[in-house]
């Protein structure tokens, strides 16, 4: 049986969908951005004056989609570290893999860190006008042990 989370801490779905579902110890996430819950503005994200991007700042983003996703790993019960399996879509590859894998790298890899199994692709577009999402499973230790 499915257990719905949802979040009072990280931004509110754009959509008919929960932050995520617990199924036995599996803690699976819908995809998460950089927004912060209840604003309209997206952290390094500058639109012109017709509602369009003129500019964005991939470290920023990443950053807080990191932090989103942490809020919801733990108000669903898990934590950062047991995360296992992230998958990212980055709208612009080309100019800013780079900068993603290297916080990416900050974040994820390395002695403490999840090391999680990862794949990364390129999207057209997302829903709102964001340069990355992910969308992370992680484990959650049973509450009864």
Not at 41 to 46: F, K, M, N, W
Not at 75 to 102: C, H, P, Q
Request: glycine share 8%; net charge negative.
């Amino acid at each position: 049986m499915a257990e719905t989370i949802e979040s009072q801490k990280a931004p509110e779905p754009v959509g008919a969908y929960p932050h995520a579902k617990r199924v036995g110890n599996l803690l699976f996430l819908s995809g998460l951005g950089p927004r912060k819950r209840g604003a309209k503005e997206i952290p390094g994200v500058e639109l012109d004056g017709d509602g369009n991007v003129a500019s964005h700042d991939i470290t920023a983003q990443c950053r807080s989609v990191f932090e989103n996703i942490r809020l919801v790993l733990e108000e669903g019960g898990s934590r950062w570290e047991n995360i296992v399996d992230v998958t990212v879509f980055l709208t612009n590859m080309k100019d800013d893999f780079a900068t993603y894998n290297r916080l990416y790298a900050e974040y994820f890899a390395g002695p403490g860190k999840p090391n999680p199994t990862r794949t990364t692709v390129e999207v057209n577009c997302l829903p709102t006008p964001i340069a990355i999402e992910l969308k992370v499973i992680a484990t959650r230790p049973d509450p009864g042990c």
